[in-house]
């Protein structure tokens, strides 16, 4: 269940204390749909993961299922982990950077906190995924550098060993 509480004034009044008159209680079931809509539609990554947490110090909760099975509320890591992804995303709110995830992979990690709440959206990706691309890119990058400074190697040593034939004959 979730449960927001918001204060009522007098409809004369301002917002100052002696015109509150009382205090408005929600209580709503929290169902299945909230963590639906954690998904991204029409996502093609295999490794994104959309998830909600909260700091309750010292440690850090996970409000929503994760993608390894674990159930909302039933997993909790101490804020104070090493390079921890949602402990990043909490202490830099927007914050971007490569981190260690709850189950230990490396992952680009991203999130926002949520304004009515105490909690924060974290968006990650394994960055073996993520750098994919990058990566390939640039081992191309590096075989053709390094065949230009082969061949270049190659050609200066043919011309030296020419011109030092053509002196001694």
Known sequence: TMAFITP???????????DFIG???GVRIVGADLYDKLDQPG?????AET??????KPNIEYLSPLKDGTGPLKRRLAQNTPDLAAGFVLETAGGFGIK???????VLVTGRPLT???WTL??????DEALADTDARLTTMLVVFLMLIGGMAVTLIA???HGTSIRAA
């Open 8 to 18: 009522v004034y007098a409809v004369q009044g301002g917002t100052g204390g002696s």
């Open 23 to 25: 205090l408005i209680i």
């Open 43 to 47: 996502e093609t990554e295999q490794t």
């Open 51 to 56: 998830y909600l947490v909260r700091a309750k």
């Open 100 to 106: 260690r995830d709850y189950d230990g992979t490396r």
């Open 116 to 118: 009515m709440v105490p």
């Open 122 to 127: 974290v968006r990650k990706i394994e960055t």
């Open 159 to 161: 011309v030296w060993r």
